[in-house]
């Protein structure tokens, strides 16, 4: 029974593609999380979603655009891809929206993003 | 916004108490302390969450002097399955992650 899916695990694609990363959570939390892992092992967090609510790290490119069709997922969507996305992308889930709390976070297993 | 920085290594052997501590100068009233640890190819995981003073689970202990610019994870007779990379988060934003290396 895994708490938070990915899918794919492991995505290769061309430049100026359009990509989508899926994620599930079957934890009942009200927020979701997406993040990036660059080759040198940073954590970033792209987005929290909450309620409706949208968190945007304004460091994060339009091109990325969380989309959630209801509370237990949150899609990531990639336009036009470029070389520096790749990375290892990140789904994550917790029971709240603030970290100024007992807010404990579970991490999907990650997609490996190749763009050539 | 706070910036969290950790050293980039360690290396321990088996059955060793180890201390990795994180920096957090800029934390907010309101800002709890949170470390994750990760295998590779694997999502980061929770390992334990603190406010002040001490927190100890059955993993870790988690060190948190009075000003609150700092914090150290204590991981206690650590074995060779504890070689993972280790993060503190606060304020939604991870440290620079240090790599816990256990040797025999």
């Known amino acids: 029974d895994t708490a938070v899916s990915q899918t794919p695990k492991y995505l290769v694609t061309q430049m100026g593609n359009d990509k989508s990363i899926k994620c599930e959570q079957n934890?009942?939390?009200?927020?979701m999380y997406w993040y990036k892992q660059d080759s040198k092992k940073f954590l970033k967090i792209m987005f929290s979603?909450?309620?409706?609510?949208?968190?945007i790290n304004e460091t994060v490119p339009n091109r990325f655009s969380p989309k959630s069709p209801d509370k237990a997922h949150l899609n990531l969507h990639i336009n036009s891809l470029e070389l520096g996305d790749s990375a290892v992308y990140f789904c994550?889930?917790?029971?709240?929206?603030?970290?100024?709390?007992?807010?404990?976070?579970?991490f999907g297993p990650g997609t490996r993003l190749t763009v050539l | 916004l706070a910036k969290t920085t950790q050293p980039i290594s360690m290396d321990s052997y088996e059955g060793q108490e180890v201390n990795i501590t994180c920096s957090h100068n800029n934390i907010a009233t309101n800002d709890y302390i949170t470390w994750y640890q990760q295998f590779p190819s694997q999502g980061p995981r929770f390992i334990i969450q603190?406010?002040?003073t001490k927190v100890t689970n059955e993993v870790a202990s988690l060190f948190i002097p009075a000003d609150r610019k700092s914090s150290t994870l204590s991981l206690p007779r650590v074995s060779l399955s504890d070689t993972a990379v280790y993060y503190c988060l606060v304020a939604g934003i991870f440290g620079t992650g240090t790599r816990l290396q256990v040797f025999p």
């Open positions: 934890l009942g939390h009200d927020t």
């Open positions: 603190g406010y002040k």
């Open positions: 994550a889930s917790s029971p709240s929206a603030s970290d100024r709390e007992w807010n404990e976070q579970f």
């Open positions: 979603y909450n309620n409706k609510e949208l968190i």
